[in-house]
């Protein structure tokens, strides 16, 4: 109501109706940086108003989740993240305004563990080390399935370095891809072994002996000769009794 008075000092009112006009406003909404990557530090999200009123953030999709302007990832694949203002009195409701993410996997590496065995001992089971976890994960929470480890080296390897093969197995990660590092397999010497036992003892005999050959050192591999030369691991290899008539001992080579 408008009220006035006349030249006479008589009041009148008069009675006004109207909706009042509220002002348009916009949203400039900083695009996020991408892509980024599985594990990033927390994101500030930037956005002003031409109102000058407080914008708010809310996530649309994806997998991520937003606490006032701080936006934090929690897996891989695309993020939409929306900016809004609701308006006032004074000012309408701005027009949402829209910024994607594209979160690619973080890097795990898969290390074949280094190992070591004496010579003509069995194979060691193999084994590895996965590390570069982030955001809190473990193997058993983030990661399934296992790597498929390999070696050239057998048992019966000679003394020297082997490599041990790392590769993807059944590994799987939702979060993760891999890269492999292969380790290394030692065959060490036997060391100090004991002297072999013949049996029938050295000697010369008329008549053909069977002969047997034992040693007391646990993994001992025995090469032997017939013509008196000192054995190498190029003689004949000990696997069982063999026929003979004139006995030169053998040695047990360290290997």
Request: proline content about 6%; charged content about 10%; some cysteine.
């Amino acid at each position: 109501m408008v009220m006035d008075t006349d030249a006479f000092g008589g009041i009148h009112g008069v009675a006004l109706k109207g909706t009042a006009t509220q002002a348009a406003q916009s949203i400039d909404f900083i695009a996020p940086a991408t892509p980024v990557t599985y594990g990033v530090k927390p994101i500030a999200l930037k956005a002003t108003s031409t109102s000058g009123l407080p914008v708010t953030f809310s996530v649309v999709s994806g997998p991520a989740n937003v606490n006032g302007s701080t936006l934090t990832i929690t897996g891989v694949g695309t993020v939409a993240v929306a900016a809004s203002q609701a308006g006032n009195a004074d000012y309408a409701a701005a027009a949402e305004v829209k910024s994607t993410i594209t979160v690619a996997k973080a890097s795990l590496t898969v290390t074949a563990n280094n190992l070591s065995k004496v010579y003509g001992a069995a194979l060691p089971t193999l084994t590895d080390t996965v590390s570069g976890f982030v955001n809190g994960d473990t193997a058993a929470k983030a990661v399934t399935g296992a790597a498929k480890l390999s070696t050239t080296a057998t048992a019966a390897s000679p003394v020297g370095t082997y490599p041990i093969t790392a590769a993807a197995g059944t590994l799987a990660a939702t979060n993760y891809s891999f890269k492999f590092v292969a380790g290394t397999l030692t065959v060490k010497p036997l060391g100090t072994v004991a002297t072999p036992a013949l049996t029938p003892p050295q000697g010369t005999y008329s008549a053909v002996q069977s002969v047997s050959i034992k040693d007391t050192t646990s993994g001992a591999v025995i090469y032997y000769t017939t013509n008196g030369d000192t054995p190498t691991t190029g003689s004949t290899k000990y696997s069982g009794e063999f026929p003979l008539q004139s006995l030169r001992r053998s040695m047990p080579l360290p290997c």
